[in-house]
């Protein structure tokens, strides 16, 4: 490491007494620590948003209301046009009305990212979340 540069961060208390306690119970040594981590993982995760060429892999994790009428068969009919960078699904059933879904996905991140934003701009679709590594 080429030395360290100290930044000022803001927190709302609430955000801040929650980030502690886990902190605390991780056993970090100081919040410098885990909020480094914090900012790797979230640099890891946003990357592939800036990435508009290469070959990617990961997972979206796709949390959904399957009482939204028409909207399993829209999300069916969504992945079914991206057979070539889908691998694999899973599909858990939740409650009574929610389903995750897991998608493996392999593939060129401009076609990963169009999968992505279909799939998150439908009504129904609670949260997704996608987490890939360049291959």
């Known amino acids: 490491m080429a030395g360290i540069i100290r930044v000022?961060?803001?927190?709302?208390?609430?955000?801040?007494?929650?980030?502690?306690?886990i902190i605390r119970?991780?056993?970090?040594?100081?919040?410098s620590k885990a909020?480094?981590?914090?900012v790797?993982?979230?640099?890891?995760?946003?990357?592939?948003?800036q990435e508009e060429k290469g070959m990617h892999a990961g997972?979206?994790?796709?949390?959904?209301?399957?009482?939204?009428?028409?909207l399993e068969?829209?999300?069916?009919?969504?992945?079914?046009?991206?057979?070539?960078?889908?691998?694999?699904?899973?599909?858990?059933?939740?409650s009574e009305r929610d389903c995750l879904e897991a998608i493996a996905v392999k593939g060129d991140a401009a076609e990963i990212?169009?999968?992505?934003?279909e799939l998150a701009a439908k009504r129904g679709v609670k949260i997704l979340k996608t987490m890939l590594v360049s291959v």
């Open 8 to 21: 000022g961060v803001t927190f709302p208390p609430d955000l801040l007494k929650d980030f502690d306690e």
């Open 25 to 31: 119970k991780l056993g970090y040594e100081n919040r």
């Open 35 to 38: 909020v480094q981590e914090a």
């Open 40 to 49: 790797r993982m979230f640099v890891s995760e946003k990357k592939w948003l």
């Open 59 to 70: 997972v979206l994790m796709m949390l959904y209301d399957h009482e939204v009428r028409g």
């Open 73 to 94: 068969s829209t999300l069916t009919h969504i992945q079914h046009h991206y057979t070539h960078i889908i691998c694999s699904t899973m599909h858990i059933h939740l």
């Open 113 to 117: 990212r169009k999968l992505n934003d």
